[in-house]
């Protein structure tokens, strides 16, 4: 069986539309998605700076458009069907309209929404987020929480993202745990934490007028990786998700248990491939890069259909 999984953010480089744009049904898609959003997308996925790019306003929708508009260029070349797909934090907006709990629309205008909510609350306090690679788990988690900060992505294949002030992930950093690795990550805000907390509210709000239509392929949800078969509960997940951590390492082990054998990461791709290259072994990965390889990921679906 095939999935597809969309990135979340953090996956963006300066320049990664400029190829994909030669394709009809891409461009089509991020015209649709700057509409809906009210961004000029196509400027800020070709000549706008990284810096630019990296405020989660713009992150936000720049990610999820780029995910969207890849999957439709894979659907013009021929991809069919899939058995499955999930996303990795705002991946799941990508992931709920690829799977028709609502259309490309909605997703960006919720997207949107979220993005400048989870900016503004970013902007109260001082925060931001550290991957921890290797260690036990369970010593991990304790660590962190020892420094005053909250596992916010468990992304599995030895791999957690923790969140909180500044000061305390410059404690980490300065204090890893043996046997650890610490990378700071360039974002704006503690996300999934209760950091956020102001704007699941205003998300909440904001979401109570969206009409859902039940997921139409496997869905599965960061919650705790179980599949979702109602639009209007995976909506709720994807509002109380902003202040929750994302259990990715869940996510892949249910998608290996219900016989997964090939997965491919539509753009801005990378990391997600990454982690299930070690964390669902004997599954086939592709991630969507560029255009040259559709091709490859058409082939990959045909024979894993």
């Known amino acids: 069986m095939l999935v597809i999984v969309c990135p979340g953010q953090g996956s963006q480089t300066p320049g990664f539309f400029t ?47 780029a995910s969207l508009a890849s999957f439709a260029a894979l659907q013009a070349a021929g991809l069919e069907k899939v058995g499955g797909v999930a996303g990795h934090s705002v991946g799941e907006l990508a992931a709920a309209a ?29 925060s931001s987020m550290a991957a921890v690679l290797g260690g036990d788990r369970d010593e991990v988690v304790a660590h962190l929480v020892s420094l005053g900060l909250t596992p916010a992505n468990y992304n599995g294949a030895g791999q957690i993202v923790a969140a909180g002030s500044i000061d305390a992930i410059a404690k980490l950093i300065e204090t890893p745990l ?51 078969s109602s639009g209007v509960e995976y909506l709720n997940f994807l509002v109380s998700q902003v202040s929750n951590p994302v259990r990715w390492d869940l996510c892949m082990d249910a998608m290996v248990a219900a016989g997964v054998t090939a997965l491919i990461e539509v753009s801005p791709a990378g990391t997600l491939a990454g982690l299930a290259k070690r964390g669902m072994p004997g599954v086939e990965t592709l991630a969507l890069k560029t255009p040259d390889q559709i091709a490859a990921a058409i082939e990959l679906a045909k024979n894993h259909g």
Not at 22 to 51: C, M, Q, V
Not at 214 to 226: Q, V
């Open 19 to 65: 190829p994909w744009l030669e394709i009809p049904a891409f461009k089509e898609s991020i015209e649709l998605a700057s509409t809906a959003s009210g961004l000029d997308l196509t400027t800020f996925g070709t000549i706008s700076d990284a810096d630019t790019i990296r405020d989660t306003a713009i992150a936000q929708p720049l990610i999820v458009s």
């Open 98 to 126: 690829i799977a028709g709990v609502f259309d490309t629309a909605t997703a960006m205008q919720l997207v949107t929404k979220r993005g400048s909510e989870m900016a503004d609350a970013a902007a109260v306090s001082k």
């Open 178 to 228: 043996t046997g650890t690795r610490v990378i700071p990550l360039q974002v704006a805000g503690a996300f999934h934490t209760n950091f956020m907390e102001p704007a699941v509210a205003e998300l909440a709000n904001f979401a109570a007028g969206i009409q859902t239509g039940d997921p139409s392929i496997a869905l599965w949800t960061n919650k705790d990786g179980t599949v979702v």
